[in-house]
């Protein structure tokens, strides 16, 4: 069965854009590692994510961290992407739910699917669960998304709808 490993920026923007339900609906199975946890829970007290994963149906997804291959280290990115990706690399089936480009180069290096915020939101349509890709790009953008017209105009096309 295919893992979903969480990172902090779409549990972040998900959270804010009230489409924290969309993980369960379309992963498989997703975890969010310890290290990401805390991540979250450094942000502001209000922020929907730190409610969400310190709650009952948050929480339950938090696993404890792995060994990470200096391989990983090498790569010098933050905590969390850090120990997505280790985690990731322990167990077969994983993907990877990156935004960061420099975590996702990591990603590709090691072969590891990548799926981000946005692909979610396409999945998400494509799957049924929103109606409309277009208006929650424009909520994603509102709440700090940094998209390029080049990726958003991508997804659009994806998704059947006019960029």
Known sequence: MTTWVVNASPLILLGKINRL???????????????????????????PARTWVESADGSAHVIPEVPIPAEILAWDLGAGETAVLALATSRASSVCVLDDLAARNCAAVFQIPVIGTLGILLKAKVGGFIPRLKPEIEILLSVGSQLSLSLIHQALTLAGERP
């Open 21 to 47: 339900e969309l993980l369960a609906a379309l992963a498989p199975s997703f975890v969010i590692p310890a290290a990401v946890r805390s991540e979250i829970l450094a942000g502001p007290d209000l922020d």
